[in-house]
């Protein structure tokens, strides 16, 4: 696979612009590892290799598990993940399948239950620009960096 153009190089504003906004959504005061977290889930939703890579090694400097990160794909049947961080999940997944889910009623009350409105926004604006990241790294194809031999 070949990258398509660099996003950087072809509108440098307005990818600053997304980068200021990336880090005020990311450094909004919702836990480093929850932000992690839904920003890999969201990425392995949308097929996005380069975000899964950057976002699952962030994870693991931040100090996450491996255990964890292996298992998120199926949060859902696993014991690992705290109730408010499943009411996150439910809610990227949601929010990254809209046109499927029409985020629903029931999702809401369940993060409600968790999350401050406050935070109901910041975690919002999240998805939002990860699955914006998705997009770009996605249609563009980004290449993620080569790790191993197997390439």
Known sequence: MQERIDSFKAA???????LAFESAVSGSGLEHSLVELVKTRA??????AYCIHMH????????E????L???S??????????RERAAL??????????ETAAPDDVYERLRAHYTEE??????????AINIWNRIAVGFRSQHPVVSDAA
Do not use: F, H
């Open 12 to 18: 440098p504003d307005l990818m600053k612009a997304m």
């Open 43 to 48: 990425s392995q939703i949308n097929g996005c």
């Open 56 to 63: 699952t090694g962030d994870a693991r400097k931040a100090g």
């Open 65 to 68: 598990s491996e255990e964890r």
């Open 70 to 72: 292996y298992l998120l």
């Open 74 to 83: 199926a949060w859902r049947e696993s014991s690992l993940y705290t109730l």
């Open 90 to 99: 439910e809610w990227t997944e949601a929010l990254t399948l809209i046109a």
């Open 119 to 128: 935070e109901m926004v910041k975690l919002t604006l999240l998805i939002g």
